[in-house]
């Protein structure tokens, strides 16, 4: 009997702890160095100007429960958010690793959140009918602050304009929302896009599946530009002075004037791109599925080196003064010498390098399979 | 229906693992005729295995499989980060042999991927072609599986899901293969016939190769109206849907209905403008067959009457058949069945789409066929319908295609080496000699006499320069050895055959789409260096022969069926769709691609390495014996030659029986060699309800040792032995009375099956068993006993769906505490309550008519459609009786019955009659019904 009551009792503590509401609560301060969306910055920036050595040590790993997709997490007051594909948004310290909260939800996250002023903006797809949730979640209060329906699915990056944020969906509605959780435009591309947008100086860019590339004014969503200049885009945007670099499904990595929609340049990779490019000062940096890394030139295109390092490349390198970070889905993250792509150091890892490693506070975070979060150290 | 329910748990044991046994202690036997010295090859992706002289061919398969890892890493954004076993064999005939599979590999099958350890097998059959095409087709399900399961897994979904058959078969084939002249032919086949099947009813051909092939078509049509990248995007969203026509729907944005209708209209667009310039098959020839699928025709006159002899498959089995062609050239009767395959070691099986028959000017056929271990070519007299030589050569483990050359004496053939290489052979058959012509990695093929004796004109993939590996016709100087291209283009052109004149060679090309006819001239000059187009047929035509300068027959492919069609020749070609060769193109020779380093790969010895193959856990609750609980285990190796199995479970009611109740037992059992063996440990304890002793109810505990050895024969014939050492402690009544033995018990078996299956039983050829078996208690002499068992079953065809069942057992057990026999109901005497009927001796015989039923019902519903197939009929008679000491009354039955074959597990029977009561001199009074499972005896 006795033993029955403690099956009960502990069978009881299960069900209660599983039914048990989800909650992020915190108190985050203006963080002006904060990596509050993929990319740091609405044109996507995949660059830390620091010098690093070949000595990560890793000082935390957890858990996040899911999978994630070719995004990055999120810093922000030193707590990180990040995503998953089984709906759930979790949320560590910087420093120690330890869980700070999670929201659990019922469908599938692609975007990577978006955290700024308070709020955590996220787009919640739903599994079986073809519309997602946008969510903007008060963090102070622990509360849903609004929730509206969408017709289709974020699967793509959002960006924050200001204080609005900005997301397409499959179906190629592009919508840009204000802080008050309010519609200021939308606009219908009546294509797919599943490429990651990027803004600059209010000109948003975009490629879908088509093979076009699309300028939108972040203003008042009018259509700036459409043209078809390769073939189907599932990768991302990258913008740096007026120039859009964009990579292809048959592997072109094309530059685009995005005052005037002209390429200025393109290089075939050889092989399907799904990453965003990364630039630094001077050269870009592409990885292909073939597991080909390139450096160009970011004014002619001219190939720096090229480099196959046998896995496969679709999350965005990490750049820094002399190294490129890059996850591999063959189980692994390589550090890369970025002047010649000598492969400096290969870390292995449990499962599909999937999360573009951000560097914060002299750590480098990496995530993997099954939603599994890792910092490193770097140790000079 | 033995009496054993004492063994049950030792009979499942050894069931669970016994491969060769189809159903019951019946089934053909998988036979190990040698032992393989298995290597490994490791590769940065691949352990490839392979053994023998096959390491050459073995490391170009190593070359394919790391290019197309590198392929499909790319096309599914996805990487399969374990090492994937490929598994290779030399020739099909070795590849049947394998363990990995339990059950028997068709003639056909090209390869298969195992999903319950990734294991992917593959038969090299001569073709390097056809084997990169395979590791091709294999990977890709190798990557999609995982892709899936990486996919759902990622969303948290149930990872059990898969895409319907449909689409993984159509993936992997277009993966895996450009459109080829056999997509082509099927395609055409079904939009031109009337027999395509949309998205939507694509149920109705699960399964047939016309499956694949719309499954490809579908996926070029996807990626021309939708783009490349939407391939792989259906399995990125595969999690968004249980449905996976909901997955196409949204990643396409257009619905099923849609699709079909495009998809047909773009198929019909493409291929009814054929019919202007191209015709079916049975107006442009004269069709000979008009059922089954029927090959390779060879004319021979004899008694001044034209016959065609040809290889078919027109029962269900692979036979030679020969047709009365009349006078004018017309078939005047049904074909005679010569030959009949499939039933013989000597006959085992007719490579049917990839050998051909011939027929000397004396009227001796050869052909090759499966007989054991390799094949053989027999010479079969057609005088005297008797096989009067037999050609076999331990080396030569496929061989195919026999032709005579014009004076009889020597045959020329292809067969596959140990090596794996396809090469060219002639056998003179008075001085028994063989003489090898070609060895290397090309492949060989369709090899015939030229107009000159001292030349063989034949096939081969070795086109070197601008058309590198397209199959050409090539000519072999017997002289000289000396190879000479007679074709060179950019199409693959087979079977080639001189006329009787010998100023024509007739061959088959994929020039236009499809394989025509098509021929070259032979002047004194030579061979003419322009292709003349003989037939244009919208499908395949094959095996072109000769009956006279003027007549050709031919197979040719026509709604989905293989018929035998005879064409005159038009005395003017079509000039307009002459082809002139152009030889300059030809450059040195090619090479098979090899890894650049050759630290790439590898050499390893072989070990066993023993993985988990399932374990279940089981908890079960009945009326009598309360609640129990258990698990069982099982490991075997890579290659599935050694397999063990643990069972573990305890069958307790109340917590204190728990010690005395549990049940353990170890078996392992090895199919690496000819003699198949095993052996096991038990022991067994608990409450046990025997149906056999009056429904005793008793609690036993026995423990011992148990062996098993089969030596197979043939496939058909099989010799068993069993021996089985266990004590037993009875308690009937606890604690007052008990049985104490140490039981001995062994038994010798003579099994042969070679019987043919229909939906619902065997329907053609016969089984049999003939058993001895003695059971004495060495230590107490409690029980002291010996077993006979009779059972035989012949099976008489009558057409292609109707057969008469006969069925004589006698079952006999003499001596002290003989174990009862029982019998009744669905299985064997029908209308009796089941398992009724017990006795030390029983007999039963039976006699069912079975016949087709419904072959497909089709149910619309409003959401789905439900389709069935294979409801068969039977009327049947049963008579039989069980006894102990005294014969008793003879019991009887007869009626008739549906079978109903649920997804070929299951078949669901209903019978209605009336018993013979009354020691057999009345019907019962009304009528029985019966319900049941369970396959025709």
Redesign the interface.
């Known amino acids: 009997m006795k033993n029955i009551s403690r099956i009960i009792f502990i069978f009881l503590l299960v069900i209660i702890s599983g039914c048990e509401k989800s909650f992020i609560q915190l108190i985050v301060q203006q963080d002006p160095n904060a990596i509050p969306m993929f990319g740091k910055t609405p044109s996507r920036e995949f660059y830390v100007p620091v010098t690093i050595s070949d000595s990560l040590k890793l000082i935390w790993e957890n858990e996040a429960h ?2 994630f997709t070719n995004s990055s997490a999120v810093i922000y007051d030193s707590t990180i958010f990040a995503s998953v ?3 759930r948004i979790h949320c560590f310290d910087l420093q120690t690793g330890k869980q700070k909260g999670v929201l659990k939800t019922k469908g ?1 996250i692609y975007s990577t959140p978006l955290v700024f002023r308070n709020k955590l903006v996220y787009v919640l797809c739903n ?2 009918d ?1 519309f997602s949730e946008l969510i903007y979640y008060d963090l102070y209060n622990a509360d849903e602050l609004f929730e509206m329906r969408i017709i289709g ?1 974020v699967l793509n990056q959002m960006i924050i304009d200001g204080i609005d944020i900005i997301f397409f969906t499959e ?1 190629g509605i592009v919508k840009k929302y204000s802080p008050a959780g309010g519609e200021i435009w939308a606009q219908n591309l009546s294509s ?1 896009i599943y490429c990651n947008p990027a803004l600059f100086e209010n000109k948003i860019v975009v490629g879908n ?1 088509k093979g076009e590339i699309i300028i939108i004014n972040s203003t008042n969503g009018d259509l700036i530009l459409r043209k078809k200049i390769g ?2 885009f ?1 990768s991302g945007v990258t913008i740096c002075k007026n120039i859009a670099y964009i990579g292809d ?1 048959t592997g072109i990595l094309y530059a685009i004037n995005i005052g005037e929609g002209k390429i200025i340049w393109q290089y075939n990779t050889g ?2 791109i ?1 990453m965003n490019p990364a630039l630094d000062d001077e050269n870009i940096f592409i990885g ?4 080909e890394l390139f450096s160009l030139n970011q004014i002619d295109g001219k190939l720096n080196w090229r480099i196959n390092y ?3 490349f ?1 999350s965005t390198p990490l750049i820094t003064n002399n190294r490129i970070i890059i996850s591999d ?3 692994s993250f390589l550090l890369i010498d970025k002047d010649s792509g000598e492969l400096k150091k290969k870390f292995e890892l449990g499962g ?1 390098g999937k999360l573009t490693p951000i560097f914060f506070d002299n750590k480098i975070i990496i995530g993997f399979d ?1 939603g599994i979060i890792r910092a490193y150290e770097v140790i000079y | 229906m033995k009496s054993k329910l004492k063994y049950t748990l030792l009979l499942i044991f050894f069931a669970a693992s016994t491969t060769c046994a189809q159903f019951y202690y019946f089934g053909r036997n998988k036979i190990q005729y040698q032992k393989f010295d298995w290597k490994i090859i490791r590769t940065e992706h691949f352990n490839i295995y392979y053994y023998g002289e096959m390491g050459e061919m073995a490391e170009i398969g190593a070359v394919y499989a790391e290019d197309m890892f590198n392929e499909l890493k790319i096309k599914m954004n996805s990487v399969v980060t374990r090492r994937v076993p490929l598994i290779f064999y030399n020739t099909s005939n070795h590849f049947q042999q394998t363990n990995i599979t339990p059950g028997f590999i068709p003639e056909g099958v090209g390869g298969f991927f195992e999903f319950l350890k990734g294991r992917v097998v593959i038969p090299s059959n001569g073709s390097l072609q056809d084997f990169r095409h395979v590791i091709r087709h294999e990977l890709v399900h190798v990557f999609m599986t995982n892709k899936i399961y990486r996919v759902l897994r990622d969303h948290r979904e149930s990872t059990d899901a898969m895409p319907p058959l449909w689409f993984v078969e159509g993936l992997a084939e277009y993966y895996s293969t450009e459109p080829d002249a056999q997509a082509e032919m099927v395609m055409r086949d079904a939009i031109l016939n009337n027999n395509f099947f949309g998205l939507k009813n694509i149920w109705n051909i699960y399964g047939s190769f016309l499956m694949y092939k719309e499954g490809q078509s579908f996926l070029e049509f996807v990626e021309e109206k939708y783009g490349y990248e939407k391939i792989s995007l259906l399995l990125e969203n595969f999690w968004m849907y249980k449905s996976f026509n909901d997955v196409i729907e949204h990643t396409l944005e257009t619905t099923i209905a849609e699709l079909d209708n495009e998809w047909e209209y773009h198929l019909k667009k493409k291929y009814f403008p054929l019919y202007s310039n191209r015709v079916p098959q049975n107006i442009f020839a004269k069709q000979l067959t008009n059922f089954g699928f029927n090959f390779s025709p060879v004319l021979f006159n004899q008694d001044d009457k034209n016959f065609i002899y040809f290889i078919a498959n027109r029962t269900g089995v692979s036979s030679i058949y020969r047709l009365d062609l009349g006078e004018n050239l017309k078939s005047v009767n049904d074909p005679e069945l010569i030959l009949k395959a499939e039933q013989t070691q000597e006959l085992e099986a007719f490579h049917l789409f990839q050998s051909a028959i011939d027929i000397s000017k004396d009227g001796l056929l050869a052909f090759g066929v499966k007989s054991g271990a390799t094949d053989v070519i027999h010479f079969l007299s057609l005088k005297t319908n008797q096989i009067v030589k037999t050609f076999q050569d331990d080396h030569l483990i496929f061989l195919s295609s026999p032709k005579f050359s014009s004076n009889g004496s020597k045959i020329v053939f292809q067969g596959v080496d140990q090596k794996g290489f396809s090469d060219i052979y002639t056998y003179n058959l008075i001085s028994d000699s063989l003489t090898r012509l070609t060895n290397d990695y090309y492949d060989d093929r369709d090899p015939v006499f030229g107009p000159n004796q001292d030349e063989i004109i034949f096939s081969s993939d070795r086109s070197a320069g601008k058309y590198e590996k397209k199959y050409n016709i090539f000519s072999y100087n017997l002289n000289s050895n000396e190879i000479k291209y007679l074709t060179y283009t950019n199409f693959n052109n087979y079977n080639p055959a001189v006329s009787p004149g010998k100023k024509q060679l007739m061959f088959t090309s994929d020039a236009d789409g499809v394989r025509n006819i098509w021929k070259l001239d032979i002047t004194n000059l030579g061979y003419s260096k322009t292709l003349q187009k003989v037939s244009r047929f919208l499908t395949s035509a094959f095996d072109p022969r000769f009956i006279d300068d003027s007549t050709i027959v031919f197979s040719g492919f026509e709604k989905f069926a293989f018929h035998l069609y005879l064409m005159k020749l038009e005395n003017k070609s079509d000039s307009s769709a002459d082809i002139a060769m152009d030889f300059s193109g030809i450059e040195g020779i090619w090479k098979p691609k090899s890894f650049d380093s050759a630290g790439e790969i590898k050499k390893v010895e072989y070990e066993k390495e023993y993985s988990l193959d399932f374990a279940t856990g089981v908890v079960s609750t009945d009326p009598v014996f309360g609640t129990r609980g258990g698990a069982q285990i099982a490991l075997s190796d890579i290659l599935g030659d050694d397999r063990y199995i643990f069972m573990l479970y305890n069958t307790a009611t109340v917590q204190s029986d728990i010690l005395r109740s549990f049940n353990i037992a170890i078996q392992r059992m090895n199919f690496s060699k000819k003699v198949n063996y095993g052996y096991a440990v038990f022991n067994f304890s608990g409450n046990r309800y025997d149906i056999t002793e009056s429904d005793e109810f008793f609690y036993e505990r026995s423990f011992g040792a148990s062996t098993f050895l089969s030596y197979p024969l043939s496939k058909f014939n099989r010799l068993e032995t069993t021996i089985t050492l266990m004590n037993s402690d009875r308690e009937i009544v606890e604690g007052i009375n008990s049985r104490k033995s140490l039981l001995l018990s062994n038994s010798v078996a003579y099994v042969h099956d070679n019987s043919l299956w229909g939906p619902s039983g065997p329907i053609d050829g016969s089984r049999w068993l003939f058993l001895l078996g003695y059971s004495s208690d060495i230590k107490y002499s409690n029980i002291n006993y010996f077993s006979a068992i009779a059972d035989y079953r012949n099976y008489f065809r009558i057409n292609y769906t109707m057969a008469l069942a006969l069925r004589m057992s006698l079952y006999y057990n003499e001596g002290k505490e003989s174990r009862r026999y029982f019998m009744g109901g669905s299985w064997d005497l029908r209308g009796w309550p089941r398992w009724s009927i017990r006795g030390e001796k029983m007999w039963i015989t039976s006699l069912e008519f079975r016949f087709p039923l419904v072959d497909q019902l089709l149910i619309k519903l409003p959401i789905v459609d439900l389709g069935f197939f294979g409801i068969r009929g039977a009327a049947f008679f049963d008579a039989g009786s069980a006894w102990d000491n005294e014969y008793k009354t003879t019991y009887g039955s007869l009626g008739a019955g549906i079978r109903f074959n649920l997804f070929n597990v299951l078949v669901l029977r209903y019978d209605i009659g009336k018993r013979i009561v009354n020691n057999f001199s009345d019907f019962q009074t009304g009528l029985f019904y019966q319900f049941f499972f369970g396959w025709d005896f």
């Open positions: 899911g999978s594909l089984s709906g599938a599994n079986n073809d699915k179906n797919k599946d073939k189907a599932y499904d092989s399907r799904l292909n599925l073939k597991g046998g896995g496969i679709n889905l063959y189980k599909r099954d």
